[in-house]
């Protein structure tokens, strides 16, 4: 170990990362203590970490002590419960130490008054922020400028919708942006948030405080919605979307306007379709891997995702996964056609409620898949059952053993809840 250059004792230490085994490697040796201070990159402090009866002013101190000793930090993570609550002066100290060589700052601490993280870090080579419990306000674009930011989440945090439009329009680069449990301070009482990126690839949005979202952005490839309860969600693009997850969400007006034909992924989950306006949304996207309906109610309790309509549009399609109520009439109309589904090699099937139908689907969609190598069968078994629930359930058993012997070549597996 003494042979060991300091850098590489450095690279050592930033790879463990969380202070607390930082600060006793560091204590080895004045080399290793050296290789601390010249050459580490990397910094974690979690209150966990720490012994329960530490004070607040005992863990300002050790992380104070700790970030002064390092020359050169690049990643910082300071994550503090809400039991402490530490002074502003500190904190800003930290920031206004490291913040010329910071790369990525995760910060989620108390502080009274509340710190200015955007006025201490703006303007920087910062290319990661994420923040929690956090609140922001006054944005100043011209002076808290992120020109190197390329990934920006914040967790709880509350800020304007205007702020936030003007966070975004501060980071020319942004590729990345999570809003995770957002509270949207406005004073209308139909709020709308307006986001303008030409960068920005990737959005994450859940339980976000607002009625309506408008999002222009126009190489965006990701977008996953979550936990929303909307009247309008617009995406004005140009048509670089790849990945569309919808979870849980209740929205009035979904438009993603010409931005489906690059479509690869689609993951639609406890959501209510109306089936014809979003086959309409996502039909041009013939080159789609991935399909995937689960927990879905129709609008009209005569619609379903036809297996014909599925294969004649997505014919590079790999992946399918169907979940949703097969109602009495309907098992014929959703097996209906010959079009087979070429190159379907996984296969998800689920129910919440077992029916007579569900076996005759199961069977209909594996014989549309000539290429099938793996089919999971999901399902929900509630404690109590009736006697019909049960012979049901017998039946259906039956029937698998029978199909896994007629398709020796697929892998079958259950997933049961």
Known sequence: MEHLPV???????????????????????????????????????????FPRDMTTRQLEIVITQTIFQTMGLQCLSIHIDNTHEFSAAPVIAWLMYTRETLRSLSYNVRTIPNVNILEKCGR??????????????????????????????????????????????????????ALDVLEVVTSDSQSTMELTSHTLKSLFAKSVGVDKIILDADNLEVLNLNALNLDLFELIGKG?????????????????????????????????????KFYNM???????????????????EDEIVDSETIAVSFPLLRHLSLSYELRDGLLHYSLQGSSPLENVSVLELGWTVISEHFGPWVFGMIERCPNLKKLVIHGVLSEAKTREERQMLAN??????????????????????
């Open 7 to 49: 850098e590489v004792i450095g690279n050592i230490l930033s790879h463990l990362g969380v202070a607390r085994d930082v600060m006793v490697a560091s204590a080895v040796c004045r080399k290793w203590r050296d290789a601390c201070r010249r050459h580490l990159r990397l910094l974690s402090f979690n209150s966990d970490d």
């Open 282 to 300: 996502i039909s041009r996207a013939s080159n789609l891997r991935m399909l995937r309906f689960w927990g879905v109610v129709f609008d009209d």
């Open 124 to 177: 920087q080579k910062l290319e990661v922020l994420d923040l929690d419990h956090n609140t922001i306000t006054g944005v100043e674009p011209s002076y808290q400028r992120f020109t190197c930011l390329k990934s920006l989440s914040l967790r709880h945090v509350s800020i304007s919708a205007l702020d936030l439009s003007l966070l975004v329009a501060a980071c020319p680069k942004i590729e990345l942006l």
């Open 396 to 417: 259906f058993t039956s029937f698998i053993v029978c199909l896994m012997r007629k398709y020796v070549h697929v892998d079958v597996q259950f997933e049961y809840e």
């Open 240 to 276: 670089t979307l790849k990945h569309l997850k919808i979870d849980d969400v209740s929205v009035t007006h979904l438009d993603i306007g010409d931005s489906t034909d690059h479509l690869e992924v689609v993951d639609v989950s406890n959501f209510t379709i109306v089936w014809p």
